[in-house]
Nanobody
Framework: QLQLVESGGGLVQPGGSLRLSCAAS????????IGWFRQAPGKGREAREG???????????YYTDSVKGRFTISRDNAKNTVNLQMNSLQPEDTGTYYC??????????????????WGQGTQVTASS
């Protein structure tokens, strides 16, 4: 059974950093496209925004414009995790962050409808 578990969220001041981790079981992260999404406070699941993703082959990465240059997605094949390093966090980055796996595609997208399995999420709050 495919499972994803997010960790690493917390409360930071604006300008701070956090490193999120998505631990996978039941599959090998190197073989699938993985995405990170966030859901802003008060917004429904349909409003989840794709933040970053990493493709299956050659590890091509994509980022939404608002996080380019601040966030970095990467794989740790030894630990079977996909990480999201978040620097220069701002209040608008606040939300619940989810990782997800696309079991069909080679290239990743930032569209949540293309993903099949989701974790339970981890809360990120950037506030003074």
């Amino acid at each position: 059974q495919l499972q994803l578990v997010e960790s690493g969220g917390g409360l930071v001041q604006p300008g701070g950093s956090l490193r999120l981790s998505c631990a996978a079981s039941g599959f090998t992260v190197d073989y699938y496209a993985i995405g990170w999404f966030r859901q802003a406070p008060g917004k429904g699941r349909e409003a989840r925004e794709g933040v970053a993703c990493i493709s299956r082959n050659e590890s091509t990465t994509y980022y939404t414009d608002s996080v380019k240059g601040r966030f970095t997605i990467s794989r740790d094949n030894a630990k079977n995790t996909v990480n999201l390093q978040m620097n220069s966090l701002q209040p608008e980055d606040t939300g619940t962050y989810y990782c997800s796996v696309d079991v069909r595609s080679i290239d990743c997208t930032l569209e949540q409808l293309t993903y099949h399995y989701w974790g339970q999420g981890t809360q990120v709050t950037a506030s003074s």
